[in-house]
């Protein structure tokens, strides 16, 4: 069975650009995550979504972030503008519904803000 | 303060000891404990999760809560190279809409 997929693996821009991640979650699954990474540091929720839509987005800088999940499957992450301190690595997860003890991680998106 | 805290190590222990890590946490609305393994590069892997206090063991794993001193540790018996990773605990509340709140992780390195 796929893992939870992400894309793309490495992104570098320049500071002002926008840029967006893409997730494809674990199939069946209908809870959806997205985490920040700092370098050491733990990941830290931005949005959690149940089917399309967005429980709980409380951590979400809606200045410049925002997210959608079409359909309830796969689910895009988009900033802008970037700035240097977005330099992070995102993190999308899946878990079946009432299971968020049970989150499968993909291999994130490392994003470098020049 | 950080709803969970864990030494950043590095910790550094000879292949076959037994590992010791440990977090302690400060909300007492925390009901699930789990703990994550993350290696380099890599996206984290749920080892495995407890509830409430006690323990839960899975082949060399053990993870033990003691709500009472708000500690949470994992054993790792035999460790292999192959476990050097970073290793994440995290906390819940009871709701399945309950924010999980990670520690910062502990870096772990098995030398051969």
């Known amino acids: 069975e796929a893992g939870v997929v992400q894309s793309p693996r490495y992104k570098i821009i320049e500071k002002k650009q926008p840029v967006a991640f893409w997730c494809n979650p674990i199939s069946g699954h209908n809870t959806l995550y997205w985490y920040l990474q700092n370098l050491g540091q733990g990941p830290e929720l931005l949005i959690r979504y149940e089917n399309e839509e967005a429980v709980d987005d409380s951590q979400l800088p809606k200045d410049r972030f925002s997210a959608e999940r079409l359909k309830g499957v796969d689910s895009t992450l988009k900033i802008q503008p970037a700035e240097l301190g977005d330099s992070a690595v995102y993190l999308c997860a899946s878990s079946l519904e009432g299971a968020n003890t049970e989150a499968f991680f993909g291999q994130g998106t490392r994003l470098t803000v020049v | ?112």
């Open chain 2, 1 to 112: 303060q950080k709803e969970v805290e864990q030494d950043p190590g590095p910790l550094s222990v000879p292949e076959g000891a037994i590992v010791s890590l440990n977090c302690t946490y400060s909300n007492s609305a925390f009901q699930y404990f789990m703990w994550y393994r993350q290696y380099s590069r890599k996206g984290p892997e749920l080892l495995m999760y407890t509830y409430s206090s006690g323990n839960k063991e899975d082949g060399r794993f053990t993870a033990q809560v003691d709500k009472s001193s708000k500690y949470i540790s994992l054993f790792i018996r035999d460790s292999q190279p192959s476990d050097s990773a970073t290793y994440l605990c995290a906390g819940s509340g009871y709701s399945s809409a309950s924010k999980i709140i990670f520690g910062s992780g502990t870096r772990l390195s098995i030398r051969p």
